[in-house]
């Protein structure tokens, strides 16, 4: 082995195992989500563009996305939504800047503030897209289908899955 | 006997010696002439010898061949991801995507630093690794059905590049993080990737910041390109952010670094005069347009323009020598202010075109006799073609018959074109050298 490989041996081992943690961290935090979080049915209203860094996906837009409320909010800005567990779907209690205490039968989802038009704040929650295989993406279009959201005690959450007439969405 | 070129001599020997390939064979030629005809001793042809020897080149082809080679390899790899294909499970695509960043930043590894094999292919490589992870991220984003903004994705991407450009000190790496910091510092504010956030999330200090860090980033690995892309991106980000009148501080203050940084490391200080230059000709360019932007100057514009203010009287102060660039370049800068700031409309328009003719007109004198910089006064002389040809459309496009119009444009730019090249060459062969 050459002098600069030895003396680069052990950084660029350090780097590789830098990105396998940056890697191991996306994967972990959404799976902590998903074992732990509540979960929670949401109502949507679904299109289908196509990205393209990420093949198709379902743009999903809930009932929750819009929240209308007296207080101003500035877009951009994180924001705690308190819902209500519902039959089947839950619904926005109340909406604050800081993590308000919680009763049994509500949840915490934390998300951003999209734009603020008159008394509504739009919400994003980074559940907006569910990805799909290539080419199949028109297929739920005419539908709108459930979304089961696992949401974790930080607010965090992540789709569990997606259902139509009440049945799991196989594409 | 014939003198031989040595590859290799020490550096003080060699280091006023910058020749081209085509000169030094001429020279040596000459030189086994000059000794045959006892011109000149033995000992005498040798040192000249020495003093000029065969410059090593690489083969850019290579380079560029492999370079493309790496980056397709990446683009399939992101495409692979898009394609989400369903015959996969989700545990094989991340199986695939982690075994390829491990096999080919060890295949980079091998073949750049380990004896026998090819530098240039382990560079490549190390860029295509690179490029996977980025992959990676996405692909994992999507198992998830997380819906990472393109802004988190890069800052992910990127602290995993520098990583890695930190650990093998490679300078195609360094651009690569230097491009992902870039579109990252663009991507989250702007909408220009991400639409689905309308907010103004990253502040100037944010910017700043990153920006600052990706200039550190590009000394630390001695990459001039690295700089030059960081410099770019900025220039970009301010021309969004902070309109006309920002940009123009931003070229002024890179213009005040170069002359202190001219002395030392002129690779990368060529960056900071090309780039200040491009930046401060376009925002000036832009205010002589009745439509320009210059009567909404977001605060950003002046915090930019403060601190290159500051960076001015600082060189002005320190390297007197140069006070007369920082004396114009703070009065260009007056101008652009009092364009955007005091004037009406027709008066900010007048103002801008007298402010840009006397940048121009003091950016060729300090190209030709100050600075020496043929490429200096080349960007200003196409600026100088573009701004009247703007000015033509400007004023006849409503006042003549569109065929008169074209035709007498077509004639006027055929003669001024012939008269500036004359005057272009005049003025360079007239440079002190």
């Known amino acids: 082995m050459t002098e600069i490989a030895s003396q680069l041996k052990k950084p660029f081992l350090y780097a590789i195992a830098l990105q396998m943690a940056v890697l191991a961290g996306l994967g972990s935090f959404n799976m902590y989500v998903l074992t732990t979080g509540r979960t929670a049915v949401l109502k949507t209203i679904p299109v289908d563009p196509w990205d393209a860094f990420r093949g198709d996906y379902l743009a999903l837009s809930y009932d929750i996305s819009t929240i209308k409320t007296p207080i101003q909010f500035k877009p951009g800005e994180q924001l705690f939504v308190v819902l209500s567990k519902g039959n089947p779907y839950c619904s926005v209690s109340s909406v604050s800047r800081e993590r308000p205490p919680l009763s049994s039968h509500q949840l915490v989802l934390k998300g951003r503030v999209a734009y603020v038009y008159n008394n509504e704040v739009h919400m994003h929650y980074g559940l907006e897209r569910y990805y799909i295989p290539e080419g199949k993406g028109s297929l739920p279009n005419r539908t709108k289908p459930d979304v089961e959201v696992a949401i974790d005690q930080f607010g965090h959450s992540a789709i569990k899955q997606i259902r139509m007439n009440g049945k799991p969405l196989i594409l | ?433």
């Open chain 2, 1 to 433: 006997m014939r003198l031989k070129v040595p590859r290799t001599f020490p550096r003080l020997i060699t280091m006023n010696a910058s020749i081209s390939r085509t000169f030094q064979r001429q020279l040596l030629i000459e030189i086994n002439r000059w000794q045959e005809e006892k011109l000149i001793p033995t000992e005498l042809a040798s040192l000249l010898v020495a003093r000029y020897p065969e410059p090593v080149t690489k083969s850019r082809l290579v380079t560029i061949l492999l370079m493309l080679g790496s980056i397709l390899m990446g683009l399939g790899a992101l495409l692979f991801i898009g394609s989400n294909w369903e015959h996969l499970t989700k545990l094989v695509k991340v199986e695939l995507i982690v075994s390829a960043i491990l096999v080919t930043n060890l295949l980079a590894w091998r073949f750049r630093f380990l004896p026998g094999n090819s530098p240039r292919l382990g560079s490549g490589l190390f860029v295509t690794g690179n490029i996977f992870f980025g992959a990676a991220i996405w692909l994992i984003s999507q198992i998830f059905n997380q819906d990472l903004s393109m802004s988190d994705g890069l800052m992910l991407w990127s602290i995993g590049a520098a990583g890695m450009a930190l650990a093998v000190r490679e300078a195609p790496l360094a651009c690569l993080t230097a491009g992902l910091i870039a579109a990252y510092n663009l991507s989250s504010p702007f909408h220009i990737f991400d639409s689905s956030i309308s907010a103004d999330r990253q502040s100037l200090l944010q910017f700043a910041l990153t920006f600052g860090l990706s200039v550190w980033f590009a000394y630390l690995l001695r990459s001039p390109w690295s700089t030059i892309i960081t410099l770019v991106g900025g220039g970009i980000w301010i021309s969004i952010n902070a309109s006309a009148l920002g940009l123009l501080a931003y070229g002024v203050a890179l213009f005040a670094i170069y002359l202190c940084h001219r002395l030392w490391w002129q690779p990368f200080a060529l960056g900071y005069l090309y780039t200040g230059t491009i930046a401060s000709l376009s925002a000036l360019f832009s205010m002589t347009f009745s439509y320009g932007d210059y009567a909404s100057v977001p605060s950003n514009g002046y915090w930019i323009a403060l601190a290159s203010l500051i960076t001015l009287i600082f060189v002005g102060a320190k390297h007197r020598q140069f006070a007369p660039e920082t004396l114009v370049a703070g009065l260009v800068m007056l101008g652009a202010w009092f364009c955007s700031a005091i004037l009406n409309n027709s008066g900010a328009v007048i103002v801008g075109n007298l402010t840009l003719f006397a940048a121009m007109l003091s950016l060729i004198f300090a190209g030709l006799n100050r600075l020496r910089s043929a490429t200096i006064v080349n960007i200003t002389l196409v600026f100088f073609v573009i701004d009247i040809v703007a000015r033509y459309f400007d004023t006849f496009f409503k006042m003549l018959d569109r065929s008169v119009f074209f035709v007498a444009g077509g004639l006027l730019l055929v003669v001024f074109g012939s008269y500036l090249e004359k005057t272009r060459r005049k003025l360079l062969d007239g440079m002190t050298v």
